[in-house]
């Protein structure tokens, strides 16, 4: 379902017109297949700390070609920078000069990933700034890069090594296709937690998942990747949506659910649902929401209440239940859709970008909550995705939409699901309360 | 009489006494499509087609995807001759394994109960562990048939073997011969349409409009209640664009009904009461129910709503006038209870299916007349009557519309969840009695039993 205007510049003709007018040149982007390898090309992990050298000789053990030196001239398939003990500003220099002299051979498809530390957890001036400074960085190279590579970054926290299983599962992240479409931005690892058990290729096998939503779209994208990466699902969508909903569930082998998530009680008839039919609830994905347009003038208490009850309120209730779950306890992931409209606003969405808004908060506050039980709850904000929703959206703004980020083209909903399928695995226990952007590096917003 | 090797595990004995050895059959669930109004949201679908999407509806409630199945059991009332294996190509069809058996079975209305008392005995004698019962009719896309003339001319050419014979055999077609035979509701043997039958039924035992009004805005009435508590939530999947009952008026009332113009018994001049408000519609709909054993239903982790405790057939002979047409059940239901030990005040729920309001009203002034119940059924009086308040309550027929062959697993799968809704009721399961009339003069009744 690539867009028309990138099959266009991608073949003989329309490349080199594209070329000589200086139009953008999106790149086909390298997606996630079963049994392909993580990455092609060697990897080259810049940096002398403990960290460094104990996260080259774990990137060892994944059959990667790790290089510590480049060889000039030589494609590379992914450079990782470990700067996680950046003390000041000057620090940078020497690392990054090096990548900077590798960056002309990183192949297409190719990644830069830093690993360092958030800088709200110094209370050193000239620390804090070397390590804000990583993020300036990699947000403007993500943007230097070319055909379909991207940057991103890795945060740590506080006594969380390099090598610790969900900070590996987020490097592992992002060398892979599965993160096409996540391009400038971090993941802060917030604790040492996570599966280091956990089978690459079928990292849910054994959880039940409920994905809501799951009729159409990225929701019955996100069923499909889900499943494909071994959970059994159950798919929730209201009444109305049921056939598009049965047809999903039969190709996954899932059980459909046709459930108005807004009801009281959806959260116990979730819960029991899932009980009775295959025995646990492991990973609930509140991916089920609506858009009701306007501008704020405009607005009525209809459309208003509508978005809000649906994208936030029924999240929040359904989450109280499962909180309050006896079944809701073996390692419990919560993933819940944000968007990049509740980031960085979105004009005549008032409604949608503060039911958006309102699920970061959420999962910020909720976040000590499920750790309780060994539990993480993260949100996904996409950008713009290729949907039947945008579809719909006036041609000339819709291509805006699409090109407005580093790597000019919307983002497929399996982008999405990726991201998601990634924030519910094992792996990722030590991933929580985060908000991950799946938006191409959207030039709107942080 | 268990069969060879079957094992006897389990709650095996159902409620009737002196049984032999045979295990429970029970009902897991149910899925229908909305049921639409002929020449409306399904014109254009087949019966294989419905019959294959309320399947997969089913499979994807219960996650039977690739299941092999002991059996599926399915039929329709309007058939084309090419649907000679319309169950199993729709199996076929479906996210069901492929190696999962299948029959067609027909009974005119009754063939959806049928299909769920056949299929429940199976399970019952230990031959078959799951199965669906189904049934589907499309009054939009039926049969049209040729005229027995063309239809010999065509059978003839085929057999001559000169020009000249072929030439002669068509120079017997008359023009009319070419006209094709729309599909007909009429007996065969009186020539009457089931309307026309069931007035003089009614006109009979004297229902009057008022009554079959009324039943008809409870119908109606009490099936938009249903949709608005979400209790077809998880009975019914959309189909088409179709999410509730087309035929379904929520918004109707006793005095639309009372201006409606009568249909049938136009004979009776002023005396005539069946209008299209108190009649069922021709309606295209496919409904599915999953059977199982009590063993199979646990090891696949699934609810167990009621059992199938019981089943009779009736027949009438309306040919000579002495019952009318669709009073079968009327018949069947006393020797049911009567075998089960039961009487009416023993059932909390009565599912009478409406083929027409005064069908249900001939019914329960048949069992109320004592004159009748003593010299026809056989009883030492009236059979009695049944509380109101427990007749159809989620609507029937009348709102919901009726394709044939459809009707028995929509109230099969209704009653199930109702039953298992309500529980156990003075310390006995809750029981419910199906009861649908067919064609032929004849009728099916059966009883539930809530787990």
Known sequence: ?????????????????????????????????????????????????????????????????????????????????????????????????????????????????????????????????????????????????????TGNGVLLAPDVAPTSPSALAAVRFFLSGRSAFVDGQFITVTGTGGDPQDTPDRPLAGRTAVVTGAARGIGAEIARTLHRDGATLVLVDVPAAGDRLAAVANEVRG????????????????????????????????????????LLANMDEAKWNSVININIAAQLRINEALLASEHFRTAPRIVSLASTSGIAGNRGQTNYAASKGGVMGMVRATAPLIAAYGGTINAVAPGFIETDMTARIPVALRELGRRANSLQQGGQPIDVAEAIAFLASGAAGGINGQVLRVCGQNLVGA | MSSVGQPTAGPAK????????????????????????????????????????????LIARFGLQDERLGEVAAGAVLKHSRDFNLTREAVLGSALSAETPAYDLQQACATGLETVVGLANKIKLGQIESAIAAGVDSASDAPVVVSEGLRAV?????????????????????????????PGTAEPRTGLSMGEHQALTTAQWKISRAAQDELAFNSHRNLAAAYDAGFFDDLVTPYRGLARDGNLRADTSLEKLGTLKPVFGKGLGADATMTAGNSTPLTDGAATVLLASDEWADAHDLPKLAAVVDAEAAAVDFVHGKDGLLMAPVFAVPRLLARQGLTLDDIDFFEIHEAFAATVLSTLAAWEDEEFCRTRLGLPGALGSIDRSRLNVHGSSLAAGHPFAATGGRIVASLAKMLHQKGSTEGRPARGLVSVCAAGGQGVVAILESL
């Open chain 1, 1 to 149: 379902m690539t867009d028309k205007y990138t099959q266009l510049v991608n073949q003989g003709l329309g490349r080199n017109l594209a070329k000589k007018l200086g139009l953008p040149q999106p790149a086909f982007l390298r997606r996630y297949q079963p049994g392909q390898p993580l990455i092609t090309g060697p990897v080259l992990v810049q940096g002398s700390t403990p960290g460094a050298d104990s996260l080259a000789s774990e990137l060892l053990t994944w059959d990667l070609d790790v290089r510590r030196h480049a060889v000039p001239r030589e494609r590379l398939g992914a450079i990782i920078l470990v700067l996680d003990d950046v003390v000041t500003p000057e620090d940078l220099a020497g690392p990054v000069l090096v990548v900077a002299a590798s960056l002309r051979d990183l192949g297409p498809g190719g990644r830069v990933i830093t690993v360092s530390r958030p800088a709200s957890d110094t209370a050193d001036p000239a620390a804090a700034a070397a390590r804000q400074g990583v993020d300036g960085f990699l947000r403007s190279l993500a943007k230097e890069l070319r055909r379909g590579a």
């Open chain 2, 154 to 182: 065509i059978l003839d050419l085929n057999r001559a073997r000169t020009i000249p014979q072929r030439l002669q055999i068509l120079s017997r077609l008359r023009p009319k011969d070419l006209a094709p035979l729309a």
């Open chain 1, 255 to 294: 059980t459909a659910l046709q459930l108005d998530i807004t009801t009281p009680g959806a959260g116990q008839l979730i819960i029991d649902h899932a009980v009775q039919r295959h025995g646990s609830l492991d990973v609930v994905i509140h991916n089920a929401g609506i858009t009701r347009d306007k």
């Open chain 2, 14 to 57: 159902t409620g009737s006494a002196g049984a032999a050895a045979v295990r429970r059959a029970v009902i897991v669930g149910g899925n229908r499509i909305p049921f639409a109004r002929s020449g409306g949201a399904y014109a254009k679908s087949s019966n294989q087609d419905m019959l294959t999407a309320a399947l997969d509806g």
